[in-house]
């Protein structure tokens, strides 16, 4: 198991750990997240490169990319109980504030990862112009995001989620940081439904809300989600809304 290095120290962190010991890469929420950024895989030659996730916690996505595109993930977080739950990986385990500007990590990477992380900071603009900076010119920057503020409850809020966005507001939040955006689309749209019930079901609800909002219900339910999962990811397009956002960006020349 890769050693966490401790190049920063921890520090609290909007994300609820209980979230970090649901989610894992089995979950159909995971996979679907997975499925929908490896639709734009011609735009993503990530073999033989190495990428920095920003926000990594317990490492599923590292894990996706190693094992679907051959690159190496460096993974970075502020929690390190979700460090502590990652697995091995090709990559480092950096317990690391990507606003101490480490000058051996600056510049170094061929790609920025950014998945469900900006949605819990308070200035995005300077969060993701920051991250940027670890990347060379004309690297790729991916992120996700949930989508619609409309949709936005107290499960979010249990999360540690500030705001939702769209397309509009993600196509200017990267150019805002410096980040030329190549493709945005939304996925998870037959979830939308869903997205909403929970809303209902679960406003005001006091203990287990993270739990309650994640993991399916039951066997049967996961299976009925699964089945979204698999009608979605099999059409040739993306449809023109979702309960998420996915953004794929390169990084513009930067300031020396």
Request: hydrophobic share 45%; charged share 25%; aromatic share 10%.
């Amino acid at each position: 198991m890769n050693p966490i290095e401790r190049i920063s120290g921890a520090e609290a962190v909007s994300m609820h750990d209980d979230w970090f010991e649901i989610a894992d890469a089995r979950h159909f929420w995971m996979i679907w997240r997975w499925k929908s950024i490896f639709r734009s895989k011609k735009l993503l030659p990530l073999a033989g490169k190495r990428l920095l996730e920003i926000g990594c916690g317990n490492g599923i996505a590292v894990d996706q990319f190693e094992g679907q595109t051959a690159c190496v993930v460096d993974g970075c977080d502020l929690n390190e109980k979700a460090l502590q739950l990652a697995g091995p990986s090709k990559g480092r385990k950096l317990l690391y504030n990507i606003f101490d500007l480490n000058p051996a990590l600056l510049r170094q990477y061929d790609g920025i990862i950014l998945l469900d992380v900006l949605e819990h900071i308070e200035d995005p603009v300077i969060f993701l112009n920051t991250a940027a900076r670890y990347s060379k010119e004309n690297g790729l920057v991916i992120i996700n995001v949930p989508a619609y503020q409309w949709l936005y409850s107290d499960y979010d809020k249990a999360v540690g989620h500030l705001r939702r966005y769209s397309s509009s507001e993600m196509r200017k939040l990267m150019n805002a940081a410096g980040i030329e955006p190549v493709k945005i689309y939304y996925w998870g749209a037959l979830l939308i439904p869903v997205a909403m019930i929970r809303k209902i079901l679960i406003a005001g609800r006091g203990e287990d809300i993270i739990k309650a909002g994640f993991k399916p219900p039951g066997k049967i339910a996961e299976a009925f989600l699964k089945f979204l999962m698999h009608v979605e990811s099999a059409l040739p397009f993306t449809l023109p809304f979702g309960t998420s956002l996915i953004a794929i960006g390169k990084v513009k020349k930067q300031k020396a």
